[in-house]
């Protein structure tokens, strides 16, 4: 009686909460375990996630995360994937100069190839992690976007850029700023 009453009770609680909702529940807990404000907030409109929804974007920009927790994220990112859950479609943890080569080598490692865009602006990376972006953007077909201003590359790696950007016409690779004033605007302006 006691295991008929527990299936009852797992079936009303599968009825309350989506299948989507059930998908992202480890992401949302690595965010939350974070301890910080923008994951939580993150991890908070993540909970909208709806099983009609395909995709979702993982912006953490500004977070001070590091590699904990990108290690964290990135293991909930697969069992997404793994799950069939909604695609990630983007996913920017610009801003997190704690992260560094082992915490994007880690999330590169763990998200799917169908992501359409990275961003790991300023996070204090370099050749190492700069070669696995490149590695990891031939894999796919998918990749509209690189950012990846602000970091420690050497002239041979921006070289590398400077091919994947040739070989791909329609990859936009940024791996250098611009300018002061578009550093400045977009520190403004992506939060």
Request: with cysteine; aromatic share 6%.
């Amino acid at each position: 009686m006691k295991k008929f009453l527990g299936i009852i009770v797992l079936g009303l609680l599968w009825c309350s909460t989506s299948y989507a909702n059930i998908i992202m529940q480890d992401l949302i807990d690595a965010l939350v375990e974070t301890k910080k404000p923008k994951s939580i907030e993150v991890a908070n409109n993540l909970k909208s996630t709806g099983d009609n929804d395909k995709s979702y974007d993982l912006v953490i920009r500004k977070a001070n995360l590091d590699i904990k927790d990108a290690k964290n994220i990135a293991t909930a990112i697969k069992k997404i994937d793994q799950n069939k859950g909604p695609q990630l479609g983007t996913i920017s943890m610009s801003f997190n100069e704690d992260l560094k080569d082992e915490g994007v080598i880690t999330i590169l490692n763990h998200i799917p190839l169908t992501t359409s865009v990275i961003a790991f602006v300023e996070c204090g990376i370099t050749d190492k992690a700069g070669q696995a972006i490149i590695d990891w953007a031939t894999k796919t077909n998918n990749l509209n976007g690189i950012y990846i201003e602000g970091n420690d590359f050497s002239k041979d790696m921006e070289e590398k850029f400077e091919k994947l950007r040739v070989d791909n016409p329609r990859l936009n690779v940024l791996s250098t700023w611009a300018s002061e004033e578009f550093k400045e605007m977009v520190k403004k302006s992506f939060n």
